[in-house]
């Protein structure tokens, strides 16, 4: 099945370049009769993403950047409207200045290409994200995108609602915003409980070192030890560690959720708090295997084995499920950027 539909996929590649060595015998009005009649050719391939049919059209004839593909839209206010970064970077190849100058109001409504990516994004490319929070941050990060591509004249514009593109963002996006929050704090509140755990948990076992004290000194009798290093740095390690992700997630709980809070702020709150958590839980366990290391050494050498492995099932079924979430909000804050940058030649 894959096999045919890029068969599919190919030969409909092939027939466009067909149909426009064709077209180049035509007249200019003829060409556009085409494309326009009997409706637009390229509204399909600009709302589905389809580049190389894009692609393909704008090499033959540079002069459809201009062309209406839907109702006083031109290619590139449909792809900013639809979400489609890949036909962006494809105008965007051709000249920043052109770009820009696309961006233009719509003479009907007075909305420029901002005002159009402040709109909620649709269901298929807001859901190709998971949870309210990363949601927001992609609109975020989709709208500050096309913000660098207007010119600075048409950033502060007002459609003929009397509303700027932020304006139109913050109404479009309120809902998903509460939501986020929401999503946040069930979140912060879940992962804090897992961290005052094993803080109180660590803390004490400090008070508590395994084979106890000398009585005169209060020295800890296996202090000479291997294991006992390892349990007193992964221990000290795992406290800290515990308490850097308890006062980020508490960060988290108490932060206003203004509407840039979704952009930087609180996803790198929340990358730090499990990052630290991670740490902490791994910290934990090094520090339970070196203490059983410690009390049963002198009898059953590879007992703690067993009880470890059984011991790190639970803590390793939370890693399992919070670990995608920590990889997915890495890779959508630190990654690279949703455009292209600007072509060097320009």
């Not at 390690?237 to 979704?262: H, K, N, Q």
Request: net charge neutral.
């Amino acid at each position: 099945m894959v096999r045919d539909a890029k068969l599919k996929y190919e030969c409909a590649v092939e027939l466009v370049n067909h149909v426009c060595m064709k077209l180049h015998s035509m007249r200019y009005h003829q060409i556009m009769y085409f494309f326009q009649n009997p409706e637009p050719i390229l509204g399909n391939p600009v709302t589905g993403g389809i580049e190389e049919i894009v692609s393909t059209l704008l090499q033959h004839f540079p002069y459809l950047i201009d062309y209406d593909v839907l109702p006083e839209r031109n290619i590139l206010k449909v792809a900013i409207e639809c979400r489609q970064e890949k036909i962006v970077n494809i105008v965007k190849e051709i000249s920043p200045i052109t770009t820009k100058n696309l961006c233009s109001p719509l003479p009907d409504s007075g909305n420029s290409a901002l005002h159009l990516g402040g709109k909620l994004a649709p269901p298929f490319k807001l859901f190709s994200v998971s949870g309210a929070a990363l949601q927001m941050q992609r609109e975020l990060q989709w709208f500050k995108e096309v913000e660098k591509i207007t010119l600075p004249a048409d950033r502060d514009r007002k459609n003929f609602d009397n509303e700027t593109a932020k304006d139109v963002f913050r109404k479009e996006h309120k809902e998903l915003a509460e939501q986020g929050e929401k999503w946040m704090k069930d979140t912060a509140n879940s992962c804090m409980l897992v961290s005052t755990l094993i803080a109180t948990v660590l803390f004490a076992a400090v008070f508590t070192v395994p084979g106890g004290n000398n009585n005169d000194k209060g020295i800890p009798i296996f202090l000479r030890m291997n294991a006992f290093t390892i349990f007193i740095i992964s221990d000290a390690l795992g406290l800290f560690s515990s308490l850097t992700s308890l006062l980020m997630f508490l960060a988290i709980l108490t932060a206003r959720y203004g509407v840039e809070d979704f952009l930087e702020s609180l996803p790198k709150k929340l990358i730090i708090g499990l990052g630290s958590l991670f740490v902490a839980i791994a910290a934990m366990i090094i520090a339970f295997v070196a203490t059983l290391t410690i009390v049963l050494s002198e009898r059953w050498h590879l007992v703690f084995v067993p009880i470890t492995l059984v011991a790190s099932f639970p803590v390793a079924i939370f890693v399992m499920l919070q670990l995608p979430l920590f990889v997915q909000m890495v890779q959508t804050t630190y990654g690279a950027s949703i455009f292209c940058p600007w072509p060097s030649r320009v």
